[in-house]
């Protein structure tokens, strides 16, 4: 088994790199590879999309300046099923689009748009930064052992909101709803960090690697 952390120039991959690695070791799920070539995209068994910056920044640098790896990465994942889990700015292209300095169009994998986020809270800064509960409103495969309470470490300042409740998988409170993990078919995403959210993200970076839609 072979997973793939996709390098696109979109953020620093060493912590995540060392988090799936780790829960690949302990749960026997094979290789974690970190990688910017279509080739192994393409034969990767399961797939892995991060994402730091801005949406039109990592929209550019995944579908323009990695056309290729855009190519292998849709083919994967739409024509063949294979797993798909997009993290930060990685679950924000599942999006249909995003409107972060202008509106551009995502993956369209999961019914949403990204948008600022607006607390109604004047205490509550943006970008939201640091823990946030959990409050899990479905089950799945991927949140088994994660509970409403649990905590995940958080930073940004866009959000996805969804246009089907029935692919919102979990949320938090800052003075709005955040989405914070999204999933339809064989694709997930999360809003937070799970490589720095120690027990509740390794668990869900474990759920993935074993993780059979």
Not at 17 to 27: L, P, V
Not at 121 to 150: C, F, Q, Y
Request: charged share 25%.
């Amino acid at each position: 088994m072979l997973t793939v952390l996709i390098d696109y120039d979109s953020g620093n991959l060493h912590s995540a790199e060392k988090a799936f690695q780790r829960m690949a070791r302990e749960t026997d799920a094979g290789e974690v590879l970190v990688s910017s070539r279509p080739e192994d995209v393409a034969r990767a068994d399961r797939l892995v999309l991060p994402g730091d910056g801005a949406f039109p920044a990592c929209r550019a640098a995944l579908m323009r300046d990695r056309e290729a790896v855009y190519e292998a990465l849709v083919d994967a994942v739409e024509t063949r099923g294979r797993p798909f889990l997009g993290i930060c700015v990685g679950m924000q292209l599942m999006a249909r689009q995003g409107h972060e300095y202008a509106t551009v169009p995502g993956l369209g994998w999961i019914d949403g748009e990204v948008v600022g986020i607006t607390p109604g809270d004047s205490r509550l800064k943006v970008p939201h930064m640091g823990w946030n509960d959990l409050v899990v409103d479905r089950p799945h495969p991927v949140l088994a052992g994660i509970e409403t309470g649990d905590h995940a470490y958080f930073v940004h300042s866009y959000h996805m909101v969804m246009g089907a409740e029935d692919q919102l998988l979990a949320h938090c409170d800052y003075g709005e709803r955040v989405t914070a993990v999204v999933g339809k078919g064989t694709t997930v995403g999360t809003q937070f960090h799970p490589e720095k959210s120690q027990g509740a993200g390794l668990r869900l970076i474990s759920n993935f690697l074993t993780w059979r839609p």
